[in-house]
């Protein structure tokens, strides 16, 4: 079973909690027991797990991917002036997988699913979830 969304965003950096929307994908899908992929069909931004109960810990994230892979000083900046979203994209990675049972994410109490912008404001990034029965 596969649904694909698209969220917009609203700055150049910025974390932003999918965790109730791959939830409501999940529960709909039927699926009790498997297996469920995240998937950021971009080349600028990327999925993470993490909490975001305390939402210092993007900001300190994306503080610390600013801090090492700065702006404007890479061989890509010559084509579209985003080397460093590429970067920080390749990084993190484009999709996590979890586990599914008794139709729930088995996440722990403090992770959640977050999609990274790292070349925003976006109008669409488009996420598919794909589930699998296991
Ligand atoms: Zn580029």
């Not at 994908?25 to 995240?38: A, D, F, Q």
């Not at 586990?99 to 699913?113: D, F, H, M, Y």
Request: proline share 4%; charged share 20%; aromatic share 4%.
């Amino acid at each position: 079973m596969q649904h694909t969304f698209t969220i917009n965003t609203s700055q150049r950096m910025e974390i932003i909690d999918i965790n109730r929307k791959v939830e409501e994908i999940v529960t709909n899908s039927g699926v009790k027991e498997g297996l469920c992929s995240i998937f950021v069909q971009h080349a600028t931004a990327a999925i993470v797990i993490n909490e975001n109960y305390d939402p210092n810990i993007c900001l300190d994230i994306n503080d610390m991917l600013a801090k090492l892979i700065p702006q404007g000083k890479w061989r890509h900046d010559q084509v579209d002036g985003n080397a460093d979203s590429h970067i920080k994209a390749a990084i993190i990675g484009p999709s996590e997988t979890i586990p599914v049972k008794n139709s729930k994410l088995q996440l722990g109490r403090w992770q959640s699913i977050m999609l990274c912008e790292f070349d925003g404001p976006r109008s669409e990034r488009t996420i598919t979830v794909t589930i699998i029965k296991g």
